[in-house]
């Protein structure tokens, strides 16, 4: 059975940065895409970042230039790095992994607030 925790999530204010982080009990060179989600309170969850077993990285429109995706292999780990947060960006935050399946995380709260 494959377990995705996410951490790093937290309180911060408009303009700061987070880094948020998702491990998986298996290798994840396994899977096929790794993406980023997101839920504010009444919102449908939306795609956040993805990137692919290539390498490949893809985001949302509202994301691009502050948000980075990235792997270590080593450590089993996918990451989403966040800088120049805003407002907007609140929501709870979910790692997802696929390979024929989904895997999903309880997810991760981040508020951005003065």
């Known amino acids: 059975q494959v377990q995705v925790v996410e951490s790093g999530g937290g309180l911060v204010q408009p303009g700061g940065s987070l880094r948020l982080s998702c491990t998986a009990n298996?290798?994840?060179?396994?899977?096929?895409?790794m993406n980023w989600y997101r839920q504010a309170p009444g919102k449908q969850r939306e795609l956040v970042a993805t990137?692919?077993?290539?390498?490949?990285?893809r985001y949302a429109e509202s994301v691009k230039g502050r948000f980075t995706i990235s792997t270590d292999g080593a450590k089993n780990t996918v990451y989403l790095q966040m800088n120049s947060l805003k407002p907007e960006d609140t929501a709870v935050y979910y790692c997802?992994?696929?390979?024929?399946?989904?895997?999903w995380g309880q997810g991760t709260q981040v508020t951005v607030s003065s």
């Open positions: 997802n992994l696929q390979d024929f399946r989904d895997y």
């Open positions: 298996e290798n994840i060179a396994s899977f096929s895409f």
């Open positions: 990137i692919i077993k290539t390498g490949t990285t």
